[in-house]
């Protein structure tokens, strides 16, 4: 099997090489014997490529300064095939790899181009480059063409242009514009034709004839793009292009809206012009932005807006007879159109820009305040520019206004007066206004400004908070009570707003325990009192709300003494009276000062004068008719030491 396959790859070789079939048949024995050790792992490689353009019977014709493309489609290749190109007298003239390749032919003769694979596989084809001198100049207009006003022939935008520019267009289809060429000499056997781009028929030439003519239709549309192909004698194709217009010069006629502008404001000018369409035109404005081109036909209305002031900006403008005007402080807006029949200049100035003010105020120490702090406002607007040709100036006023009328003092400053309409009129206010707020509540202060290029305002809201104002007060509580205390709003004498705070220190009272100092939203303690006296604890309080401060106030805390009284025994005789009278001897008996008793004997049959009875003291007489035993009456005391403290049974 593998002898019948190397013939058959001997034969197809041979196809593409034949002066390669003696070198083939000692590469098949070579290949027989690889094949005997390596089994299937050997393919053979066949070399062949393809060719834009395509060769014709085994021959690619080209002309001088042509490019051939080679690509390969060899077979059995892989990714570490070694492609050998050789391309006779081309460039390059060995490229690597499998393509495609480019190459150009500059020099006429008779070539070889081949590629051959690392095993000695080559495809080849001849490559015939033809003698190509003739280089075509362009048409000349012919006469009647060269004797009628309008006809001519320019340069433009790197295009030869063949133009009538003698009367207004559109033209009627009736009545075209005809032009008469003469072509320039062409070698015997030369083919010419001429495609005139408006969709009519080619015109073919032959026999050395170069007269010509040919009528445009300015109806539809006023420039074509016409080519004049020449087929040489040796099959090379020649190829010319122009440009053909109908129309005229374009003009310019500019208004605008004024010589002022003011940022962000647009300006405005109109742009008049004889519309000839295929026309450019380029708007340019020397404030650094870049230029606009339109084409025609397009909107007359030209808008720009100028983000700069003109001032510190010289333009330069033509005027009469030649001569410049140099504008300082100005813009210029020059305007530049052009077409295949001409152009045109023209330029509209000078265009001052002035800077609108922008209001703004700075408000110090802050928005929201406590009632009669005093606060800042700085105008620290920008004051824009006003440009003219009287120069540059920074001139603006302003005033403030505040749309409540009370509530505040002017302690600093003046508002000004704006009333008049027209802003030069009006009364400027001083930069720094200083107002205090005796009112709580929310302020309005406006800032408006103006200059040449209009008005502008701000206004800030002052947000005035209420501090609490509170008087001293004085509460009483028993011995080892809690006390909690919270003042009540009550206008005007007790003002307490909503989320007041507390902040207390206390003078120290040696008798009282739990006097120390807080914070809080109410002020609060638990006190014990080891006296048998009323004892007294001040605290000097600070209110506050939203960072606002109250005058201090104080709160005197009343503890009254408890009551400790142990069980008494008294001895009287028969008909005799007692009086108890209980002292104060800390710890073990407390009477407070001013201590009062009730008291309701238990009833004894056998004794006469137990009777209920109130004072300072327990009193009573007593009498018995038994002699023995002794007899006992029992009193069951309340003794109450007035305030709130709770009484005491002994």
């Not at 834009?52 to 080679?70: D, H, K, L, Q």
């Not at 109908?246 to 109109?270: H, K, M, R, V």
């Not at 009875?613 to 009193?635: A, C």
């Amino acid at each position: 099997m593998c002898i019948e396959r190397c013939k058959r790859d001997e034969s197809t070789l041979t196809q593409f090489m034949p002066d390669q079939k003696l070198k083939f048949k000692s590469f098949a024995l070579v290949f027989l014997i690889l094949t005997f050790f390596l089994g299937n792992n050997f393919h053979a490689q066949n070399a062949s490529f393809n060719t834009i353009p395509a060769a014709v019977n085994g021959v690619i014709t080209i002309c001088e300064g042509e490019s051939i493309i080679f690509n390969s489609t060899s077979t059995g290749t892989n990714s570490n095939t070694d492609y050998d190109w050789n391309f006779q007298g081309g460039s390059p003239n060995s490229p690597n790899g499998s393509g495609p390749h480019s190459i150009n032919y500059n020099n006429d003769g008779n070539y070889t181009a081949s590629l051959t694979l690392e095993n000695n596989s080559t495809a080849s084809v001849n490559v015939q480059v033809i003698n190509n001198n003739f280089n075509p100049s362009a048409p000349t207009l012919a006469s009647p063409s060269t004797s009628v006003f309008g006809y001519s022939s320019s340069t433009f935008e790197n295009l030869v242009y063949f133009k009538y520019c003698g009367t207004l267009i559109p033209y009627s289809s009736n009545n075209g514009i005809p032009f008469n060429f003469t072509l320039p000499s062409y070698p015997t056997g030369t083919i010419v034709s001429i495609n005139w781009g408006d969709g009519t028929a080619n015109t073919n030439l032959n026999n050395g004839s170069t007269a010509v003519s040919h009528t445009f239709n300015g109806s539809i549309q006023n420039e074509y793009t016409m080519s004049i192909t020449y087929t040489l004698p040796g099959g090379c194709v020649i190829t010319r292009t122009y440009g053909v217009f109908l129309g005229l010069a374009p003009t310019i006629q500019l208004s605008g809206n004024g010589n002022s502008a003011c940022i962000p404001n647009d300006y405005e000018f109109n742009l008049l012009t004889n519309n000839i369409p295929n026309t450019t035109y380029v708007v340019i404005f020397n404030d650094n932005s870049p230029a606009d081109t339109l084409i025609a036909p397009f909107n007359s209305l030209i808008t720009h807006t100028f983000v700069n002031s003109s001032c510190g900006t010289n333009s330069v403008i033509s005027g009469q007879g030649g001569t410049t005007i140099t504008y300082p402080n100005s813009y210029a807006s020059s305007i530049i159109a052009t077409n295949a029949c001409g152009n045109t200049f023209s330029s509209i100035g000078p265009i001052y820009v002035s800077e609108a003010v922008n209001a703004d105020i700075t408000v110090a120490p802050s928005n929201t305040v406590c009632l009669n702090s005093v606060v800042n406002l700085l105008n620290n607007s920008n004051p824009g520019g006003n440009v003219s040709n009287l120069g540059c100036d920074t001139t603006n006023n302003f005033y403030w206004n505040i749309t409540q009328t009370s509530g505040y003092n002017i302690v600093g400053g003046s508002l000004g007066n704006g009333t008049n309409p027209f802003w030069p009129f009006w009364t400027s206010g001083s930069y720094n206004l200083n107002l205090q707020f005796t009112s709580p509540g929310s302020y309005d202060i406006e800032l408006v400004v103006a200059n040449g290029c209009g008005v502008d305002s701000i206004t800030e809201t002052i947000n005035v908070i209420q501090f609490p104002v509170i008087p001293s007060n004085t509460i009483t509580i028993c011995n080892g009570n809690t006390f909690n205390y919270s003042p009540v709003n009550n206008p005007p004498t007790t003002i307490v707003p909503n989320g007041t705070t507390y902040t207390w220190t206390v003078v120290n009272n040696p008798n009282v325990g739990g006097d120390v100092n807080g914070s809080g939203s109410s002020i609060s303690g638990t006190l014990t009192n080891s006296t048998n006296t009323t004892q007294n604890v001040v605290y000097t309080v600070t209110p506050s709300v939203n960072g606002c401060v109250g005058p201090p106030f104080t709160l005197t805390v009343q503890v009254v003494p408890g009551l400790v009284i142990p069980n008494y025994t008294a001895n009287i005789c028969n008909n005799g009276t007692f009086t108890v009278t209980p002292i104060n001897t800390p710890p073990s008996v407390i009477i407070p000062s001013g201590t009062t008793f009730s008291w309701v004997p238990v009833n004894n049959p056998n004794v006469n004068g137990e009777v209920s009875g109130t004072g300072t003291s327990i009193t009573g007489t007593l009498s018995t008719n038994i002699t023995t035993p002794g007899q006992s009456v029992v009193y069951n005391v309340t003794a109450n030491s007035g305030a709130t403290c709770p009484s005491q049974t002994f």
